[in-house]
Structures are given as structure tokens and as C-alpha cells.
């Protein structure tokens, strides 16, 4: 079966400093992750996905994710903070491309 | 383009009523999918529609039901609402059924507070 945890329900950065989302999977197959953003009254965007091509992986607005099947982790990075970034985060793991599993989510702060 | 519409935004109920959610895939896109997001919880998946007939189906009882239409919009209808119905419910639009998350494009969902 599969299963996401995200590590932190809250992270707090300051603007300009780096940025660490820490999500875990479990699966049983190879899978494909991926992680959102959620803006307050904004559809969920993608950000990036991991489709076991390369384990760094470069997505929209500076976020990258690197894929560690040693330690089945799936983190999501950027170098420096934008208060545009604040946000809530999903990380999403699908097995067979039909069924889905978000995580409960990181609530990004970005202190001025 | 307008993306994925959904109406309305926000909806109150009080216990035991029918409510029904409405959702426009984006342009080409044939395949919608509805999710439930409670407060502080990921969007989990209720079901998916196709050539107008239910696809897939996610741990939700059989008070969730939906439908699909032939210019490819949707519709979810919840009976007799419960205090934990209350939540954000998504739509997403696919161009097609067979594709991965990173093919679906989510609205921004339908408010609903049951009281």
C-alpha cells in the first residue's frame, strides 16, 4: 500500500533564506511523486514530478525536489524564500497513475 | 481560456440536506475527478467520471454521487449532509483517463459548511 508523510505541518523561513519541505513515501512499486502548492483561493498548481528519470528534479519558481530511495524521502528545497512562496504544500505519491495520495500538507511561512 | 470553474464557492447546510457541487473541466479536457480537502487534511480522492459514467471510486459512501454530462461538466451531490462533510471539495479536469496526477488541472472548489 501506499502512503505519504509530511514531516511538518508548519515551516517558518525568512524571506531570502532557504526553504526545506520534508516529505517520506512507502510503496510497493516504483513510484511517481510529485508536489503541489495551494494558495488561499487558488486551485492546487504543480509544482514538479518525479517519473523515475532523474532523482533531482527541477520544477516552476525556483523549487526543486531531489528522490532518495535509500532513505524513501522526496524533500522539497528552494535556495531563497520569496514572500510569494508562502503557501500550503502537498506531497503526492501514485503508485499506478490512477490512484493518488496527498499528504497532509505544509503550511509555508515566509517572515519578513 | 478560464481553467476549471466550480459553483459555488461557498455553501452552508445544516444537517441531513442535499447539496449538489458544480464543476467545468478546462477546454479538452474530458475526464473529472472530485476530491474532499477537510480542514488541515490533503484532498482525498471521492471518485471519477468519464464518457459520462463513474470510473474509479475513493473510500466514500454511497451518500456521495455524481454525474457527468455530455459537454463533459459535472456534478457532485452529498445526501443527507453530516457535521464531517463540511469541507473544501475539489474538481480536477484530465484530457484524458488514463493520465497522472501531473495531467490534471484542479479548480479552485466549493466551500461547504454544514451546520
Known amino acids: 500500500a501506499q502512503s505519504v508523510t509530511q514531516l511538518d505541518s508548519h515551516v517558518s523561513v525568512s524571506e531570502g533564506t532557504p526553504v526545506l519541505l520534508r516529505c517520506n513515501y512507502s510503496?510497493?512499486?516504483?513510484?511517481?511523486l510529485f508536489w503541489y502548492v495551494q494558495h488561499p483561493n487558488k486551485g492546487l498548481q504543480l509544482l514538479l514530478k518525479?517519473?523515475?528519470?532523474?532523482?533531482l528534479v527541477k520544477g516552476i519558481n525556483g523549487f526543486e525536489a531531489e528522490f532518495k530511495k535509500s532513505e524513501t524521502s522526496f524533500h522539497l528545497t528552494k535556495p531563497s524564500a520569496h514572500m510569494s512562496d508562502a503557501a500550503e504544500y502537498f506531497c503526492?505519491?501514485?503508485?499506478?497513475?490512477?490512484?493518488?495520495?496527498f499528504g497532509k500538507g505544509t503550511r509555508l511561512h515566509i517572515l519578513p | 481560456d478560464a481553467g476549471v470553474t466550480q459553483s459555488p464557492t461557498h455553501l452552508i447546510k445544516t444537517r441531513g440536506q442535499q447539496v449538489t457541487l458544480r464543476c467545468s473541466p478546462k477546454?479538452?479536457?474530458?475526464?473529472v475527478s472530485w476530491y474532499q480537502q477537510a480542514l488541515g487534511q490533503g484532498p482525498q480522492f471521492i471518485f471519477q467520471?468519464?464518457?459520462?459514467?463513474?470510473?474509479q471510486r475513493g473510500n466514500f459512501p454511497d451518500r456521495f454521487s455524481g454525474h457527468q454530462f455530455p459537454n463533459y461538466s459535472s456534478e457532485l451531490n452529498v445526501n443527507a449532509l453530516l457535521l464531517g462533510d463540511s469541507a473544501l471539495y475539489l474538481c480536477?479536469?484530465?484530457?484524458?483517463?488514463?493520465?497522472?496526477?501531473?495531467?490534471?488541472?484542479f479548480g479552485p472548489g466549493t466551500r461547504l459548511t454544514v451546520l
Open positions: 480536477a479536469s484530465s484530457p484524458y483517463l488514463a493520465g497522472g496526477p501531473d495531467t490534471q488541472y
Open positions: 510503496s510497493s512499486y516504483s513510484p511517481s
Open positions: 518525479y517519473t523515475s528519470a532523474a532523482t
Open positions: 503526492v505519491v501514485s503508485e499506478t497513475g490512477d490512484k493518488i495520495i
Open positions: 477546454s479538452g479536457h474530458d475526464t
Open positions: 467520471y468519464y464518457e459520462e459514467e463513474e470510473r
